[in-house]
């Protein structure tokens, strides 16, 4: 049985919302930037932990019922994909590729590969911590 944790509960409401606002500008801000996917995804990570700590973690596989192994491994994949798509275009592996296009909304806007790269860590690291601390929740 679980305490009464009304504070823990009405706060975390409000910091996992910046904490996940946090992490998505920490991902975008990544490849110009000190940030990336795997700050964005520890942060990520650490807003559902906090979910976890402040309700449990029965309510974290309500809220995002899927698996984190299969996360990890479509991050891999996408990581992967993307940084061995360079070798198609006979470009060292790794290499990224960038261009401007004019979107709607968004102006005059540069589009890179290293997002996919990004995007695809950013699901490894939240995949594999989520694991690890799921694994060590469900223990206790």
Request: contains cysteine; glycine residues 8%.
């Amino acid at each position: 049985m679980r305490a009464n944790d009304v504070i823990l509960r009405s706060a975390a409401k409000i910091i996992v919302f910046i904490i996940v606002t946090f992490s998505a500008f920490l991902f975008f801000a990544g490849h110009n930037n000190p940030g990336g996917g795997f700050i964005g995804g520890l942060m990520a990570a650490s807003a559902l932990v906090l979910v976890a700590l402040a309700y449990d973690i029965e309510t974290i596989r309500k809220v995002l019922p899927f698996n984190f192994h299969i996360v990890t491994a479509i991050g891999l994949l996408i990581a992967l994909l993307t940084s061995a798509g360079a070798v198609l275009f006979d470009v060292p592996f790794l290499s990224h590729y960038y261009e401007y296009r004019d979107l709607p909304l968004l102006g005059n806007t540069a589009l890179h590969t290293a997002v996919l790269f990004d995007l695809g860590v950013y699901c490894s690291v939240v995949g594999v911590t989520m694991t690890i601390i799921l694994s060590i929740g469900e223990d206790t």
